[in-house]
């Protein structure tokens, strides 16, 4: 894969701008989020506060129990956030290999993930569990999500097999550029099918332009870095 990166430094260093503004468009998304989920807080909270009119007194149980229920809802756990922090996180590792192609350690870059993959694959298990037992309280989408970025997690761990400190095979030709062709039908799904069911089942929430852009990113860098793994391999066997 590092041969075939740093052969095409111009590509290269596009895909690593796409990464930044992904990585930048996600921190807003999830700051915004942040930031919203507090204010609505303080909105419940401040019904029962001293300044609160005597009728207020009548609602302020009414009040707690809403407190309550943003906190400890399913749906607001399992909202757009884990997407959006799966995201940064597959977003600065796939910076990471390409900012630094011959530099990153290969066995560091596996561990961290075979590590994601775990967590996902847990979490996905968890939200599957949730979504089957109480219906509306984790969406479909939510799993979707969820699973997208595991299966992005193992189509990367497949693109490092054969890639070791002392040279890089590659993956099986075939199989990456399918799993290539299949990312980059997702990316022209959504964008393609903004509005459709496509498009609502992989942003069940937030699902406008900020949460598209992303999940493009995403789709496209990751077919990049599998198409870079087999040429890079087959030009290391040269």
């Known amino acids: 894969m590092a041969e075939f990166v740093q052969e095409y430094a111009a ?11 992904a990585s930048a468009v996600v921190v807003l998304r999830l700051a915004g989020s942040v930031l919203g989920r ?7 909270s401040g019904a029962t506060g001293p300044d609160a009119a005597p009728l207020g ?14 906190s400890l809802s399913p749906t ?34 596996r561990g961290v993930l075979i590590a994601m993959m775990v967590v ?15 219906r ?12 997208y970025h595991a299966i992005a997690a193992a189509a990367m761990l497949y693109a490092m097999s054969g890639h070791s400190g002392g040279g890089h095979t590659g993956p099986a030709p075939l199989a990456a550029l399918a799993l290539a062709a299949l990312f ?16 609502r089942l992989a942003h069940p929430v937030g699902g406008g332009s900020a949460a598209v ?11 990049y870095m599998l198409v870079a793994a087999v040429l890079g391999g087959n030009a290391a066997l040269r």
Not at 38 to 44: K, L, N, W
Request: one cysteine or more.
């Open 184 to 199: 980059l039908a997702d990316a022209a799904a959504v964008l393609c099918l903004r509005g459709g069911g496509w498009h």
């Open 76 to 109: 607001i756990r399992a909202n757009p956030q884990e997407s959006d922090a799966a995201h940064l996180v597959m977003c600065l590792i796939m910076l990471a290999m390409l900012i630094f192609p011959a530099g990153a350690n290969p066995h560091a870059v």
């Open 213 to 223: 852009a992303p999940h493009v990113v995403m789709d496209l860098g990751t077919a």
């Open 11 to 21: 590509l290269r260093w596009a895909v690593v701008a796409a990464f930044l503004a």
């Open 38 to 44: 507090d204010r609505a807080v303080d909105h419940c």
């Open 57 to 70: 007194l009548a609602a302020a149980p009414s009040s707690a129990n809403q407190l309550s229920a943003l």
């Open 136 to 147: 509306g309280a984790v969406t479909a989408g939510q799993v979707f999500a969820i699973g």
């Open 120 to 134: 996902f694959g847990a979490l996905l298990v968890s939200r599957i569990v949730e979504w089957r037992a109480a």
